[in-house]
């Protein structure tokens, strides 16, 4: 059989390579390097692959943290219940370090910065005089200079922790009560006395 050309290039090549002979002790060398380096690769292949869940399990949480947070606040300053009103925006409240959270559809509970409840807000749509006793109420009068016929119940309240609850009640221009706030105050001289007030007319410039 006739060799080709490439075959008698690659026997002519071949011839040239020098062969190299090894003792034993550098056999033993030379395998315990190719050894060594395969057990790196399989260490570094198994690091790997128990670094990828660890990763994404870190990930996840993260990622659930994250869209928890954004919930809460959405929740607290951006909820609308379901029912005829979206939450209130009432600037004022965070400059008196107060805020709203969900009570019931159509209403917000007032929470300080403890989580304690010192008012309520509600859209009580013709049901308003149901938020307190009228036996109780030393003071009835009706508020000018609003944006809307509003009348006050001053309402005294025997409690460790309520010294009076401020009723407002606000009226649409039909003369139907479509809007309540309770403001309770703590104690005599408290600066929810005087901040109801405030909070009112920040609640009705916020409906203009």
Request: hydrophobic content about 40%; aromatic content about 10%; glycine content about 6%.
């Amino acid at each position: 059989m006739r060799m080709s050309n490439d075959d008698k290039e690659w026997k002519l090549l071949s011839k040239s390579f020098q062969k190299v002979c090894l003792d034993m002790n550098e056999r033993q060398e030379v395998l315990g390097l190719l050894q060594a380096n395969m057990s790196k690769k399989k260490n570094f292949a198994k690091f790997n692959f128990h670094l990828a869940p660890i990763l994404s399990m870190v990930l996840f949480l993260f990622t659930l943290g994250v869209g928890g947070y954004y919930m809460i606040h959405i929740k607290e300053d951006q909820f609308t219940s379901g029912g005829a009103y979206a939450t209130p925006r009432i600037p004022v409240l965070s400059e008196m370090e107060l805020r709203l959270s969900q009570d019931q559809i159509n209403s917000w509970l007032i929470l300080n910065e403890g989580g304690v409840v010192v008012g309520k807000l509600a859209f009580c749509e013709g049901q308003c005089d149901k938020e307190f006793d009228p036996l109780k109420v030393m003071e009835e009068r009706t508020l000018k200079g609003l944006n809307y016929p509003t009348t006050l119940y001053r309402e005294h309240v025997k409690s460790m922790n309520i010294f009076q609850t401020q009723h407002f009640i606000m009226n649409s221009e039909d003369g139907e009560p479509f809007a309540y706030l309770r403001i309770n105050v703590p104690a005599v001289d408290h600066e929810l006395e005087q901040g109801a007030t405030v909070i009112l007319e920040s609640f009705q410039n916020n409906l203009r």
